[in-house]
């Protein structure tokens, strides 16, 4: 079956550094995307990603390790407005979305 | 205003009754799709639609109906609503549905079936 996992939860400080983590397990692959969701809202798109390696987006970066079926999202100089959920989601063979359930980030002051 | 519009907003309903969630957009996207999230879950897809005329069964499709009859349109039908579909219903579209072209979402549909 195809499977993606996320931390349930992360709580960290403002002003830090997080790094949410997604692995995965998919028929196939054709891209990784990082959506961010506030409480109540919908979700809104962060990055997409195909190739392995880093990228830098601003205070954002992801990673991809398509060997490892493996990625991250590292969220930089943390602000209260960044507690939302992370959602991270694969294209598969069939060029649907396979959702992971998503990491609750909390930030305290 | 550009994007996508979900109607209702929320909506309490009896088991038994039939329902249709309303989704549109104005964005001329071909694909289109219809999820639930559920607590806990991640989002699941219900039905789909690659372009007008066509619609496909996504992950968890029993229960549920689609039509696509144009580009703008993607309604959701509930024939006979059981507890088990209360549920966060999103709409969504992407402009062809493949490579990095990202997923648009409405605001969602609350509905809660007692």
């Known amino acids: 079956g195809q499977n993606i996992d996320q931390p349930t939860e992360m709580t960290a400080t403002e002003g830090a550094i997080v790094q949410i983590n997604c692995t995965y397990q998919t028929s196939g692959f054709n891209g990784l995307f990082w959506y961010q969701q ?38 930089k100089e943390l602000q209260m407005k960044d507690s939302a959920s992370y959602l991270c989601a694969v294209r598969d063979s069939n060029y649907q979305l396979i959702w992971g359930a998503g990491t609750k980030l909390i930030i305290k002051p | 205003i550009a994007g996508i519009t979900q109607a209702p907003t929320s909506q309490i309903l009896a088991a038994g009754r039939r329902m249709t969630l309303r989704c549109t957009q104005d964005m001329r996207h071909n694909a289109m799709y219809w999820y639930r999230q559920d607590l806990g879950l991640g ?48 709409c969504a579209s992407s402009e062809k549905g493949q490579g990095s072209d990202e997923q648009f979402f409405g605001p969602g549909t609350r509905l809660t079936v007692l």
Not at chain 1, 42 to 68: I, Q
Not at chain 2, 64 to 78: E, H, K
């Open chain 2, 43 to 90: 989002l699941r897809l219900i039905h789909y639609s690659n372009t007008a005329g066509t619609t496909g069964k996504g992950e968890v499709p029993d229960g549920y109906s689609v039509s696509r009859a144009n580009t703008d349109d993607f309604p959701l039908t509930l024939a006979s609503a059981v507890p088990s579909q209360t549920s966060v219903y999103f």
């Open chain 1, 38 to 75: 506030h409480a109540g809202e919908a979700p809104t798109f962060l990055s997409y990603y195909v190739l392995d390696g880093l990228e830098e987006k601003g205070r954002f970066s992801s990673f991809l390790s398509r060997s490892k079926g493996y990625s991250y999202l590292l969220l």
